[in-house]
């Protein structure tokens, strides 16, 4: 089936402020092998704040996509399932660079498109990738490296890379709105006798 998910690193950004602005709370903290399935939070090295929604691309739109204007950011969103995936850098709340692979977009394995102005590593990672999928048959490979330049590239900056694993001192916090209750499950004599 594939992973589907979309985060967001801030840089700098407190807690505090984070949980303030988005009108959010933790409900439960997450051992480090889990992925949340609705909004996690997390601290990664280098004071970066990551925001991920676990096994769903395209989810950090809206509220959460504010957090770009609180320091400098990377939006990033992959699906394994149609093997897209794209990192995007923002400063002040601007976006200044984006990187996406859509082969199906693009009709091949080699789709790689970018915009404004991508970190000076960008070209090492995509010289590594293509020496990959070469090396692999091309388009004709079963395996399709060029997916990963976004990711690499975004690891590179904050240090986070999803398809790679958790990092074992990562824990997730789970997030939900201020006020929000969990919903309860019916107890065994309630599931029993409908009550």
């Known amino acids: 089936m594939g992973l589907n998910c979309s985060w967001i690193a801030v ?8 949980l303030a602005s988005l009108q959010m709370e933790v409900s439960e903290v997450l051992s480090p092998d889990e ?11 280098d004071d970066w704040l990551l ?10 739109e809206g509220k959460l996509s504010e957090c770009t204007a609180l320091g400098r950011a990377i939006k990033c969103e992959m699906s394994e399932t149609v093997m897209f ?17 859509d082969p199906d977009r693009d ?22 990738a293509k020496a990959e999928q070469d090396k692999e048959g091309g ?11 976004p990711l690499r590239l975004a690891h590179s900056i904050c240090g986070f890379n999803v ?3 958790d990092p074992q001192y990562l824990c997730f ?18 599931r029993l006798f409908g009550g």
């Open 163 to 165: 398809s790679e694993g």
């Open 107 to 128: 009709q091949s394995l080699y789709s790689l498109q970018t915009e404004g102005a991508p970190p000076a590593q960008l070209e090492a990672i995509v010289r590594e």
């Open 51 to 60: 925001f991920l929604w676990g096994r769903k691309a395209g989810a950090v």
């Open 11 to 18: 840089q700098g950004l407190k807690v505090e402020d984070a």
């Open 85 to 101: 995936s794209e990192a995007r850098g923002y400063e002040d709340g601007a976006q200044v660079w984006r990187v996406s692979h």
């Open 35 to 45: 992925i949340p399935d609705g909004l996690g939070m997390a601290q990664l090295p």
């Open 173 to 190: 916090s789970v997030l939900r709105r201020i006020g929000a209750e969990r919903a309860k499950k019916p107890g065994l004599l309630a």
């Open 139 to 149: 388009e004709d490979a079963g395996v399709d490296f060029i997916f990963d330049v």
